[in-house]
């Protein structure tokens, strides 16, 4: 494998790894306050359509986005009123938004465009570009670093550097303010929290939301900037990943990126070899494509007793009195 083939599968690992870092942070937020979110898949699926159903409507790309964003946002306060209003099973909410998402997008894309599911496809000005960072051409012809930097860190969309500034970000909200310092207060000890005076219904409300809008922004990266349009169950259980990869990284944000970046790349080696020869035995397409829910379900199988979740995650606060 030469150099230059080398930055393309990398290039392709981010840009593959960007949704499930955006939705690997969005559960991190929802979990370390102490609410379980199976709904990752739900509503980023949502927010891809009315993402790309806007922006092919409207020809605006950021409308798209916002769009995203607050349907993505419906979802989330809808499984905070399910989970923390109501105190109902959280897995049992997450799985229901899973489901609500996927046959309402069907149905009302079926309804909107009469295309079998599905938007669309969305005109260049309706997408995010590719953005060119500062002497990114100008270094190209240097030796290793300019096409490193010219091909690897330049040239991605929007979102893409969106969810990599996240990732510290994340981390000194968390673990440097006052409100992530409540937040994963919340998540260990919800009784302590409210004692000390601090509402634990809103902090709680809070984090749903914030998961909720990079949720958001993964659909509407997918809809918009990965591929031209919405498609039937385009999400292709990536929610479902990111939750495996928010426990292999033990709830913390800089492991969340090196987990997704680790699926992001066997995502890319399965979409760019396929029926691999090895000494005469062909491995054939569908393990490749299958290689990342394999590792899903390893990961749940071996690191689930071993990774310890937020103490009070999965647990509807009662207020005493």
Sequence with gaps: MDFLTVLQVLDSTIRLATPLLLACLAGLFSERAGIFDIGLEGKMLIAAFFSAAVAVETGSVWLGLLSGIASSIALGLLHGLASITFRGNQLISGVAI???????????????????GRTRSLPVEARFSPITLPLADTL???PILGPIYHGLISGHTLPVYIAFLCVPLTWWVLFRTRFGLRLRAVGENPAAVDTAGVSVIGIRYAAVTICAVLCGIAGAYLATALQAGFVKDMTAGRGYIALAALIFAKWRPWYALYATLLFGFLQA??????????????IPVQFMDALPYILTVVILAGFVGKAIPPRAGGEPYVKER
């Design 98 to 116: 899973n489901f609500l998402a996927a046959g309402l997008t069907v149905l009302i894309a079926q309804d909107w465009f009469a295309e079998g």
């Design 140 to 142: 190209q012809d240097v």
């Design 269 to 282: 080696i399965a979409l760019r070899y396929q029926n691999i020869d090895i000494g005469g035995l062909v």
